[in-house]
């Protein structure tokens, strides 16, 4: 074979807006050979693997060292794509696709059989979704048209939003790399379970639950996301995981805003004091009344897009810094904000401190 099968990884960067042809055809015949190329998608760097392939499915899992009870979602560049892998399209999913496909929501869908049990650990359902990236969209195109493309991180890591990030986890792992430069939202799809009525949000993300009921009417939400006691496990198999997590001790502070600075201030002193090394996640509303650790503003709270687009990036920043504690402000739990709380709350294994004064 003319590349390497995992131990040199490509990395090669290309533009969206002058595509070179001639690297998305070399992704395109690594993917259909069984290989692994990583590449940039709307929402994170995904992982790619032919998804109709189980051999390759299986690649993922083992570079990622993923659970392999945590099932892949199948990446499409054309609505054609779907009669091959669905076993039936209700109304209501077809809505969904028109409105928000290309984008970052994917459904949960009744499989066919040409999807093998390897992508979809063992369930009678597929996870699809259809990115909004002329990179990603012509890399599935090359592929074969069906990509499983987990984030491109090492499992219970930060996802990675930089093809260095990627990098850093999957270097010597995967067959390439493509550097398509930072990615523009910063967190996950948000997934749909199509399959049961009221479709059910099973992880939140940029396509929010409002977005969704303003085109199909009610959208139930799997509450064991939001309870962490819960007895239940998620119906995502993946969302039992600690996920997106940093090394350091991460703890999420609540509560009125003065409050919660003064807590924090009062924490990063008690643990530098103690001659531990602390970082601090404000934002652009607080950031300059932090007094000492390593302070890091992770966008503004007038645009949370900004603060998704920054939480993954920071969290990987803290391990290079080699903090061992973390402090963050909590975010909004409406909107673009429940996707990040979603997320910072499992990278701090639910550890919250709410403040009143
Ligand atoms: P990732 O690819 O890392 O973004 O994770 C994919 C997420 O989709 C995980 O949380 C999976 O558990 C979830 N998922 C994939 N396929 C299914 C499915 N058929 N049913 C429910 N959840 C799924
Ligand atoms: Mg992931």
Redesign the pocket.
Known sequence: MWYNTGMKTIIEQIDNTQMNMEIIEKAGDILKEGGLVAFPTETVYGLGADALNEQAAKKIYAAKGRPSD????VHIADMSALDRITEEMPKEAEKVAEAFWPGPL?M?LKKSREVPAGT??G?E???VRMPDHVIAQEVIRAGGGYIA???ANTSGRP?PTEARHVAADLNGKIDMILDGGAVEIGV??T?L?MTVTPPMI??PGAVTKGMLEALIGEVAVDNTLTDPDSKKPP?????KYRHYAPRAELVVVDGMMDAVVDEINRLVKEKTDAGCKVGVIGTQETVDRYRTGDIKCIGTRTDETTIACRLYGILREFDSDGVEFIYSEAFASDGIGSAVMNRLLKAAGHRVIYTSR
Do not use: H, W
């Open positions: 945590n099932p892949l979602i994917t949960i979809t650990g369930l359902t597929v996870a493309a987990p984030s996802s996950e799809s997934i379970d099973l992880r119906k995502a198999p993946g969302m």
